[in-house]
């Protein structure tokens, strides 16, 4: 027997098969998918084996051994992770290795148990029991198997009952994980959601789009549809934006469902998550939820992949190779085993709501809030005239709401989108600022570590107390994080309790859940935070949203921008009011006139899509365009300039129909010591382009100097 395996090497001239000859002893375990040991040169490396055959023209080697007894990519995963390879444009052996749990990754596995608990099942009976024999035998006419302790408290020597042959004794495995179960907590479906319930059940289309208000019942109905497929024995992917979503979202599908539900997500310790993978792997978790990565997760018989919130950038991997986007996999793996795909916003992006419109996905919407709630009253302060009496970020009016909330024993969200205190901290006197020695950026200064820090390498120094430049005693900082608006709070209302909540303050795990609970059982007045705090959460009590600067996501150089604060004010104005209690929303803008901010005021989705996409067809940008962005980096920066313009060049010798611009440092130039320019190229179709990424790459394979990463349709470049 020979086996085809695909090596963990991550050369990508090197990622194809190699024949390996399977020792008589391991044929047994031998299944496409699993994961073997192999040597290759003198390395001993990990690889995946994808087919087999009879004979081979060379001289084989043999696999060392089977690393795991299950296979851990399911025929479906394995066809997946070829499309995968083809979409991101990247090796097929870093496309499986990304829909690994990391517990499974070879420097991880020694250091995970499975553990185990012990029970008993009865072996034999015997005539000549003594009576606390019969007590235990009598625990078996009920349950086949009975754990440890029951059986102890009947019979402490249980070993004895081992030995003499009346119990066996079996190893169950322990799950680190165990959800409190309340079973069957569910609401009757408004009519409005029933009617979208029944046009989803009812209908053959492949994908959907659930445009729903903020609180319209998206999650009730995508709770009614997966106990229509648990019914039919299917199960179900839930894809939520991330962690801090995810403890409300699990707690209402453990509610409902039970312990069926497996929860996949980075708060989640390596052991915790190997011990869900494998529940779901052995078919006893029948509903995923999770963060991007679980659309890998290995569950079988699919019924429906539901994604949440389906706008969030969460969705799309433009950090790290493969540069994969989640929702496109998604439709692609429903496709591939006939389930379907459900996508919900209140403000779906502007792509997805494009193909909605031309019939591409099926669109479903809610229009009111299940509760029956009125959307929030939304007031724009328009900070050109409210800086005058304002006390630090906070106008008058906005400071005016707060202490009336207070008074009322309601509770309020206050969103800034800045951490630390301040933005930068610069000479008055010579101008110097404090830039990152490795990035192409400002330092952030953080008063509670008292140091300057950098958002992007982690960088960190001392501040001095005079400019390093001029020597003068004239630092001062500027801009404002949330640091610096929780000690405002803390002066402007000495009684109320703020929490605080972005990176800084729930790094540890679990803080985030712990933080929301307390949030929720009134412990705090003010929950202030990041983008964190926008999303999908839901307090009964909170009835004042406040976002101290909606320019902040306006300001960035991106095509997003608008769609981002759109976005971002409509989700985080959905955090309030949601039941029965009327909730208002105060903007804060120096761009009070601002299409993105006016349709926000009003509620409009519709509106501001149509008025973007006009933008979008003038500006040829998706849903328009497709784009790729090409990141080239290297040390040296004068090189990395030159082959950047020589690989545009060549771009612009074999595109004719599509638009080409760059190189530029359109983010950060400097990142970590590493110079980057980019290459836009805005497209229609790909046939062209895949053939000049395929010379491109051929040019600059040996090349060590630079780096070059290719990302289709990034959201952020
Ligand atoms: P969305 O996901 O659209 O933001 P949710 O599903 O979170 O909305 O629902 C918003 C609120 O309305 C929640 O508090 C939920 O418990 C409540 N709710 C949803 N559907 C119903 C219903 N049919 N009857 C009563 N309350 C509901
Ligand atoms: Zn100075
Ligand atoms: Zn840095």
């Given at each position: 027997m020979i086996a085809c395996v695909l090596v963990e090497l991550q050369n990508k001239k090197l990622d194809k098969m190699f024949d390996y000859n399977v020792p008589k002893d391991l044929e047994k375990y031998m299944k496409i998918g699993i994961r073997v040991k192999v040597p290759f040169g003198r390395q001993n490396l990990e690889g995946f084996v994808l087919d087999f055959k009879d004979k081979s023209d060379f001289e084989l080697r043999n696999?060392?051994?089977?690393?795991?007894?299950?296979?851990?990519?399911t025929p479906d995963l394995l066809r997946l992770g070829k499309i995968m390879k083809e979409k991101t444009y990247s090796s097929l052996i870093s496309c499986y290795q990304t829909m690994l749990?990391?517990?499974?990754k070879a420097s991880y596995k020694t250091d995970i148990k499975i553990k185990y608990d012990t029970f008993y099942e009865l072996n034999n009976t015997f005539f000549n029991l003594t009576p606390k024999m019969k007590e235990v035998v009598s625990l078996f006419s009920s349950n086949k198997i009975i754990p440890r302790k029951d059986v102890m408290e009947k019979y402490r020597d249980v070993r004895k009952l081992v030995d003499i042959g009346l119990l066996k004794e079996v190893k169950k495995e322990h799950y680190r994980l165990n959800y409190d179960i309340e079973k069957n907590v569910r609401y009757e479906l408004t009519p409005d959601q029933k009617s979208v319930y029944e046009e989803f059940i009812n209908t053959d289309d492949s994908v959907y789009l659930l445009h729903g208000v903020?609180?319209?019942g998206k999650t009730e109905v995508y709770m009614e549809i997966i106990d229509y497929y648990l019914k039919m024995g299917k199960t179900s992917i839930v894809l939520v934006p991330e962690i801090s979503l995810t403890p409300q979202m699990v707690e209402r599908f453990t509610k409902r469902f039970g312990n069926i539900v497996a929860a996949l997500h980075s708060a989640l310790s390596d052991g915790e998550r190997y011990d869900e993978w494998r529940r779901i792997s052995r078919g006893d978790a029948k509903i995923v939820i999770g963060a991007?990565?679980?659309?890998?997760?290995?569950?079988?018989?699919?019924?429906v992949i539901i994604i949440d919130e389906?706008?969030?950038?969460?969705?799309?991997?433009?950090?790290?190779?493969?540069?994969?986007?989640a929702i496109e996999l998604a439709i692609i793996r429903a496709k591939d085993v006939h389930a379907k795909v459900m996508l919900g916003s209140a403000t779906p992006s502007l792509e997805s709501y494009a193909r909605a419109k031309k019939k591409l996905y099926h669109l479903l919407s809610l229009t009111k809030r299940a509760t029956g709630a009125p959307l929030p009253d939304v007031k724009i302060i328009d900070m050109n005239y409210g800086?005058?009496?304002?006390t630090g970020p906070f106008s008058q009016e906005l400071i005016d709401a707060i202490k009336k909330k207070i008074d009322k024993k309601e509770q309020i969200i206050l969103l800034l989108n800045r951490r630390g205190y301040s933005r930068v901290v610069t000479c008055k006197n010579c101008g110097y600022t404090y830039k990152c020695p490795n990035c192409d950026i400002a330092l952030t200064y953080h008063k509670s570590s008292n140091n300057l820090r950098c958002h992007y390498c982690g960088y960190a120094s001392n501040v001095d107390d005079?400019?390093?430049?001029?020597?003068?005693?004239?630092l001062s900082s500027f801009g404002i994080g949330t640091e610096k608006v929780e000690e405002y709070l803390n002066k402007i209302f000495p009684s109320a309790r703020v929490l605080r909540m972005d990176y800084d303050t729930t790094t540890r795990k679990g803080s985030h859940k712990k933080m929301l609970d307390a949030f929720k059982d009134h412990k705090y007045d003010i929950l202030l935070g990041t983008?964190?705090?926008?999303?999908?959460l839901d307090f009964e009590n909170v009835t004042l949203v406040g976002?101290?600067?909606?320019d902040t996501s306006l300001?960035?150089?991106?095509?997003r921008s608008s769609e981002e604060t759109f976005s971002l004010i409509s989700q985080t104005a959905g955090?309030?009011?949601?039941?029965g209690k009327k909730g208002t929303v105060y903007i804060q803008t120096?761009?009070?006139?601002h299409y993105a901010i006016k349709y926000a005021e009003k509620h409009d989705y519709i509106g501001f899509y149509h008025e973007e996409m006009k933008i979008r067809h003038t500006l040829k940008y998706p849903p328009y365009y497709y784009i790729l962005y090409i990141k080239i980096g290297g040390k040296d920066n004068m090189y990395t300039y030159n082959e950047s313009l020589r690989i545009k060049k060549s771009f612009e010798k074999h595109l004719k129909d599509e638009i080409i611009l760059g190189?530029?440092?359109?983010?950060?130039?400097k990142i970590n010591n590493v110079f980057h320019y980019g290459i836009i190229i805005k497209y229609k179709e790909d046939d062209n382009i895949r053939k000049v990424l395929t010379l491109m790459e051929n040019a600059y394979i040996?090349?060590?100097?630079i780096k070059i990463d290719i990302i289709f349709n990034p959201r952020h470049f």
């Open positions: 696999i060392s051994y089977v690393v795991d007894k299950d296979i851990v990519l749990p990391k517990a499974l903020t609180g319209s991007r990565s679980a659309l890998f997760c290995p569950l079988k018989n699919i019924g389906e706008h969030s950038d969460s969705y799309i991997q433009d950090d790290a190779s493969p540069h994969y986007n800086i005058r009496n304002a005079l400019c390093p430049s001029c020597h003068s005693k004239t983008q964190i705090v926008a999303k999908g976002i101290i600067n909606a300001n960035i150089p991106n095509y955090r309030c009011g949601r039941k120096f761009n009070k006139e190189p530029s440092t359109t983010g950060i130039l040996s090349n060590n100097k």
